[in-house]
């Protein structure tokens, strides 16, 4: 396995999409592709505090906070699935700085305005310009010569600002009001249009006989990207409730809370343990394994009445799923060497952050927390069966794309 933590991006040919010689990143570029995963993610991270203000600050109703948060994430969907296809027919450096520049402005206007309907537009136009800018960097990710690792780097990355975020934002709110925390996107959002204007990759864009050359996915594609949805799914329909299944069984506000907090810590770990691993594992007993583990401590957190298998399977559940989508996103990139298949991964994320909430809203509403579980427990079988297809491909371990 290479020590060179460098990636590098295969130039392109006239004949082919991703063939040539790898030239290297450097950390410039790796460092503007981090902040890029960063601001594209950051629902991710501050889903929790984003609908909490609307409600607490903005006086908005939960179903009206949560049709913002839709609009977002939405928004990034319907972009990634435009996008996603287009990858190497536009200039990545350009499309990134476009939409994070894009998503400034827009949430620069939420943090400006207070009407309703102006908010709801300005979500959806975030979400938009997000998911054009995370798929430029997840496809630049995926062509790298190693995308597993990087996009480990990015994962670790992504817990340490999770750690900055929850450490300053939730203070600032408070000190500065519910507005603040749209400026505080526009900040992130800012960063990041800032890096890949200087630093994001430049891809050389193929000559028109390679774009119309370039290949449909396999069939075993398509199965990994929807597992990789069905655990989003999971983890958006589960995660979104675990407080109120924690307050709701008697456990003290101060014991949840830090259960929480220590979930954030344990998230540091998955993303760089899957870079360690990537030679010393195979991915099939990862992917496999992964979304049965995930329902496993799901039925825990549903059905537990005392709070220390609550607390510890809570602290673990979101590790599940970002230690198993590393192993998906590499497998993914390997068999896509164009790195279309993972530039859909806000579109494969994020359509679960957007249903899974309502879905698990719907179930505890007429069949209590123990109806999550089980729910879990069915989606993992079409997960289990759609990574069966994907790892039946054979991919070579440790092979540079």
């Known amino acids: 396995m290479e020590t060179n933590i460098s990636p590098t991006i295969p130039a392109q040919s006239d004949s082919a999409v991703g063939a040539g010689a790898a030239r290297p990143l450097g950390a410039l570029g790796t460092g503007a592709l981090l902040v890029a995963h960063c601001a594209g993610m950051v629902d991710l991270v501050a889903l929790p505090v984003w609908v909490g203000t609307l409600i607490g600050s903005y006086r908005l109703d939960p179903q009206q906070a949560g049709l913002l948060a839709?609009?977002?994430?939405?928004?990034?969907?319907?972009?990634?699935?435009?996008?996603?296809?287009?990858?190497?027919?536009?200039?990545?450096?350009?499309?990134?700085?476009?939409?994070?520049?894009g998503a400034t402005l827009a949430f620069f206007g939420v943090a400006s305005i207070d009407g309703y309907p102006a908010m709801a537009m300005l979500h959806a136009v975030a979400g938009l310009a997000v998911g054009c800018g995370l798929s430029f960097t997840h496809g630049t990710i995926g062509r790298s010569r190693n995308p597993h690792r990087l996009f480990a780097f990015a994962g670790l990355a992504l817990g340490l600002f999770a750690i900055v975020f929850f450490g300053a934002v939730p203070k600032l709110i408070a000190a500065h009001s519910g507005p603040m925390l749209f400026r505080v996107f526009t900040g992130v959002m800012g960063a990041a249009t800032v890096a890949c204007g200087i630093a994001f990759p430049s891809l050389r864009a193929p000559h028109r006989s390679a774009q119309t050359d370039e290949p449909r996915f396999e069939r075993a594609v398509?199965?990994?990207?929807?597992?990789?949805?069905?655990?989003?799914?999971?983890?958006?329909?589960?995660?979104?409730?675990?407080?109120?299944?924690?307050?709701?069984?008697?456990?003290?506000?101060?014991?949840?809370?830090?259960?929480?907090?220590?979930?954030?810590?344990?998230?540091?770990?998955?993303?760089?343990?899957?870079?360690?691993?990537e030679t010393r594992i195979t991915p099939r007993r990862v992917l496999q394994m992964g979304p049965i583990v995930q329902a496993a401590i799901a039925l825990i957190i549903t059905q537990s009445a005392t709070f220390a298998p609550y607390a510890a399977a809570t602290s673990v559940f979101a590790a599940v799923m970002i230690f198993a989508h590393t192993f998906a996103f590499g497998t993914l990139a390997r068999i896509d060497h164009t790195g279309r298949a993972v530039a859909a991964t806000p579109a494969m994320l994020m359509v679960g952050a957007a249903i899974g909430p309502v879905l698990g809203g719907t179930l505890v509403k007429y069949s209590g927390y123990g109806s999550l579980g089980i729910a879990a427990v069915l989606i993992t079988v079409a997960a289990v069966f759609c990574f069966s297809r994907l790892v039946r491909r054979p991919v070579l371990r440790g092979v540079q794309a």
């Open 70 to 101: 839709t609009l977002f994430l939405g928004g990034a969907v319907f972009s990634s699935l435009f996008f996603s296809p287009r990858l190497n027919r536009l200039p990545a450096r350009l499309m990134a700085t476009i939409g994070f520049g």
């Open 222 to 277: 398509w199965f990994g990207m929807v597992g990789v949805g069905c655990m989003g799914l999971t983890q958006a329909m589960l995660f979104s409730f675990v407080q109120r299944i924690g307050l709701d069984r008697g456990f003290a506000f101060d014991a949840v809370t830090a259960t929480l907090v220590a979930c954030g810590f344990v998230n540091l770990f998955p993303a760089p343990i899957a870079g360690l691993l």
